[in-house]
């Protein structure tokens, strides 16, 4: 089993059918004036050999999703979260009415495959029949049956959308979600959907979120939260010792002899047992050292772990 950091001990070959996920498909002369009112990232900076991490969020700002986003056809891409999809997918075809675009749930027309590890780039070229573009960068590999979204190194990773004959896994999902939560990469699911302001899920630190190309939905709160300093939480790396725990369950930390609570569980995974890795949102000012637990497992005890990307006021 793998149980430690991906980063210390990256593992050869590692493929995953990540069926937690979903894809909305955005098609039509409309779909970039469109969508450029409705996310967080700018679609002007969308190449097509490139994708964008972003939000989509309510009028009050609160994410309904966080997702990756890439060109396709005349159109675009859209992976998220089953339980996200389903919220963004109801917002964008209320909206779509308006404009001169399709919006479907194209989940059934792919299949996501998540791969990493050493051997990653040269064992999924060759089942595509495709050199891969470098895996250090948002770059987009085309396929002939696939899109092939580089998602980062050491270990090397990648999202495949497959549409042709079904590719191997050989894994549990638990992994890959491992290696995100390793990433600080969040996904919404049940329990956090429209909860919080995607600064708080550290979407700017994933280049998610444009301050200049203008308005969306939900911009006057994502702006206040930059330019007034209303940022007081951010999502933070927890691991250490604890039981299975769902999305949205209460992180508590210790004050004296007593414990209160701190924030929420976004993402969490048992690699081992007993062995937990958390995504979670606390106060931003939290020091690393503060002793956290899981409410109503006494047993548990988890510590901060850094980050790979900077966090600041934004």
């Known amino acids: 089993m793998l149980t430690t950091e991906f980063t210390k001990a990256p593992p050869e070959y590692v493929t995953v059918s990540v069926d937690d996920h979903g894809i909305i498909q955005v098609s039509g002369p409309d779909t970039e004036s469109f969508l450029q009112g409705q996310f967080t990232c700018d679609l002007a900076q969308l190449s097509e050999n490139d994708w964008l991490f972003g939000a989509h969020c309510d009028n009050k700002g609160k994410a309904l999703s966080v997702f990756r986003i890439l060109r396709y056809r005349d159109g675009v891409l859209i992976v998220t979260s089953k339980p996200s999809l389903e919220a963004s997918l109801n917002q964008l075809q209320k909206y779509g009415v308006f404009n001169k675009v399709e919006i479907r749930d194209a989940t059934a027309d792919f299949q996501l495959v998540g791969v990493f590890g050493t051997a990653a780039p040269a064992r999924l070229a060759e089942l595509l029949d495709t050199p891969l573009r470098t895996p250090d960068s948002n770059s987009v590999s085309h396929c002939e049956d696939a899109e092939v979204l580089s998602l980062g190194t050491h270990p090397d990773q990648y ?150 990307y900077q966090l600041d006021e934004s």
């Not at 939560?181 to 630190?205: C, D, H, K, W, Y």
């Not at 709160?221 to 930059?226: E, G, I, Y």
């Not at 369950?249 to 209160?260: D, H, I, K, P, S």
Request: charged share 20%.
């Open 159 to 308: 999202l495949c959308l497959n549409r042709g004959e079904s590719l191997p896994t050989n894994s549990d999902l638990r992994y890959w979600q491992a290696l995100e939560i390793e990433r600080g990469r969040p996904t919404l699911f049940s329990g956090t959907i429209q909860e919080f302001v995607p600064q708080m899920l550290n979407v700017q630190a994933l280049n998610g979120i444009s301050f200049s190309k203008g308005c969306y939905i939900g911009q006057e709160t994502v702006a206040r939260m930059k330019y007034l300093g209303k940022q007081k939480r951010a999502l933070f790396r927890l691991s250490g010792h604890g039981k299975q725990v769902s999305t949205g369950a209460t992180v508590e930390q210790q004050l004296g002899e007593n414990w209160r609570r701190a924030g929420t569980v976004i993402n969490a995974v048992n690699r081992a047992d007993q062995h937990l890795d958390v995504l979670a949102v606390l106060p931003s000012d939290i020091e690393s050292t503060t002793p956290l637990r899981i409410k109503d497992d006494d047993a548990s005890l988890l510590e901060i772990y850094p980050l790979p």
